[in-house]
């Protein structure tokens, strides 16, 4: 019952190069969606997917591309990392409908940018 | 411009006792309301949530009270336990489909710690 598999789990990066986070799923969920969060902060919404085939902005998407690659899977990029892109990346999915469906999380990606 | 707001950066209770986590909002869009807990190096949990059209929703020892008027919800633990020690998100959305479309916006968590 493995839910929202995130990978890896921790990455240094150097300023200037580029990665992609894995994320995946497994509950069959429609919407899926890439968080970061910073020290003492909540998490801030960086892209989501509503549906498989669209994407959609967040509230700090600038640096960033995603891929919905297919239902389960939705990748975040960073082209050429930056300091200000240290963070820890939580991925999440949810369905959609009814009276309101949570989101749940994967453990998240802590990565750090040299 | 903070939307969701936690006051409270940490709150410590003793077992046994009541717990009361406290969150604002600014946004009147946001019609559906949950609470997240987070243990280190842990992705945050879903613990309980709220829809606009309830003031109240209760899940064992976890009640949420929506005051709309107010812009205020608070999440109460009854009893604490030592377990319950984590940080814990209010999180807000636009739409029933509780951020089926647009997403969450977190607060900035308080970290609640429960005494012996």
């Known amino acids: 019952n493995a839910g929202v598999t995130q990978t890896p789990k921790f990455q240094v990066l150097k300023t200037g190069q580029s990665m992609t986070l894995q994320c995946a799923q497994d509950?069959?969920?429609?919407?899926m969606y890439w968080y970061r969060q910073d020290p003492g902060m909540g998490l801030r919404l960086i892209y989501y997917?509503?549906?498989?085939?669209?994407?959609d902005k967040g509230e700090v998407p600038n640096g960033y591309n995603v891929s919905r690659l297919n239902k389960r899977e939705f990748s975040l990029r960073l082209e050429s990392a930056a300091p200000s892109q240290t963070s820890v990346y939580f991925c999440?999915?949810?369905?959609?409908?009814?009276?309101?469906?949570?989101?749940?999380f994967g453990d998240g990606t802590r990565l750090s940018i040299l | 411009d903070q939307q969701v707001k936690q006051n409270s950066p940490s709150l410590s209770v003793q077992e046994g006792r009541i717990s009361i986590l406290n969150c604002d909002y600014t946004?009147?869009?946001?019609?559906?309301f949950l609470w997240y807990k987070k243990y280190p190096a842990e992705g945050p949990t879903f613990l309980i949530s709220?829809?606009?059209?309830?003031d109240k929703n209760e899940d064992g020892r976890f009640t949420v009270f929506l005051n709309k008027s107010a812009k205020h919800l608070s999440l109460h633990i009854v009893p604490s336990q030592p377990g319950d020690s984590a940080v814990y998100f209010c999180?807000?959305?636009?739409?029933?489909?509780?951020?089926?479309?647009?997403?969450?916006?977190f607060g900035k968590g308080t970290h609640l710690i429960i005494q012996p």
């Open positions: 999440a999915s949810s369905d959609l409908g009814g009276d309101g469906q949570p989101q749940h």
């Open positions: 509950m069959n969920h429609n919407s």
């Open positions: 997917s509503a549906s498989e085939g669209t994407t």
């Open positions: 946004n009147s869009m946001f019609d559906y």
């Open positions: 709220i829809s606009s059209i309830k």
């Open positions: 999180a807000a959305s636009e739409g029933l489909s509780g951020g089926g479309a647009d997403g969450l916006t």
